[in-house]
């Protein structure tokens, strides 16, 4: 059962003001490319809106039902987009225009998230049509009249030539976003053989290390070995230092012992 006959119906003037032209200014500056009053939008008493892709099970009663919390709805437009040129495929779209918007928190908070998306779409989950719808704001509303072919396909062209210049940004979006892959990519393949050169490296900086420990090991065995040699000559050297005091002490007393016998010897020449 549709909500809306509860919501209090206001004008144009006493509609939510404080969200007014500075908070718009600070949502999207990019915006006023556009050419839009996006606050006259937001409190329009006639605002419309644009939602593409709509699914092929939806009907103008659905759409009337998703949208008619943001405001009383005075007309859906459904259209086919232009054939495909390639493909020959089309698809729906639906223009929804707005007798004025509602005051309340969930409208406010709907056309809050239009203009803060818009160039882009605004994504939202409809619980009728059960999944999620692309919506943004119908820059160039058509008034009600009945189209004559010539209005149709002026109006065809229009939409064509909006999409046309959708893909084409989506396009170049993909192709930005696939040449920053292949520059990811790139740098990736680089990181890596940066790392594998880092582990040779590193395998070699552990076979010298392990050398350099053999090395040093070595150096300390002979090392060791040569500081128990020269503790053995030094040992010997003392030895041989006490061996030749003692020698010395013996060849004094020889020579004391020489020269007793001596002059005993020269005693008993002179007696005879």
């Known amino acids: 059962m549709s909500t809306t006959a509860n919501m209090s119906k206001m004008t144009v003037s006493e509609l939510f003001t404080p969200l007014s032209v500075a908070k718009v200014e600070t949502i999207a500056p990019a915006l006023e490319q556009q050419q839009i009053d996006y606050s006259a939008w937001f409190h329009s008493p006639n605002g419309s809106i644009y939602l593409k892709f709509v699914p092929q099970d939806m009907t103008k009663e659905d759409i009337h039902e998703a949208f008619e919390f943001a ?20 698809y729906r779209m639906a223009f929804i225009h707005f007798d004025y918007w509602y005051s309340t928190g969930a409208s406010l908070e709907f056309r809050h998230n239009i203009m803060a998306s818009f160039p882009k779409e605004c994504r939202m989950h409809s619980l009728v049509a059960c999944r999620e719808l692309s919506v ?82 070595e150096f300390t065995a002979w090392s060791d070995g040569i500081s128990l040699d020269i503790e053995k000559i030094e040992s010997d050297s003392t030895y041989l230092h006490i061996e030749l005091g003692k020698a010395a002490n013996a060849t004094n007393s020889m020579k004391r012992l020489f020269t007793k016998l001596s002059g005993v010897i020269s005693q008993e020449l002179d007696i005879e």
């Open 71 to 90: 405001g009383p709805i005075n007309r859906v437009d459904i259209v086919n987009s232009v054939p495909n040129k390639t493909t020959g495929s089309t």
């Open 136 to 217: 943004t704001i119908n820059t160039r509303p058509v008034p009600k009249t009945n189209y004559n072919v010539d209005q149709l396909s002026d109006m065809f062209h229009r939409l064509q030539e909006q999409f046309t210049t959708t893909v084409e940004k989506q396009a170049q979006e993909i192709t930005e976003l696939k040449e920053k892959v292949a520059r990811l990519e790139k740098n990736q393949m680089d990181t890596e053989s940066e790392l594998w050169r880092l582990s040779i490296n590193v395998e070699d900086l552990d076979k010298t290390v392990t050398r350099v420990n053999t090395d040093l090991d």
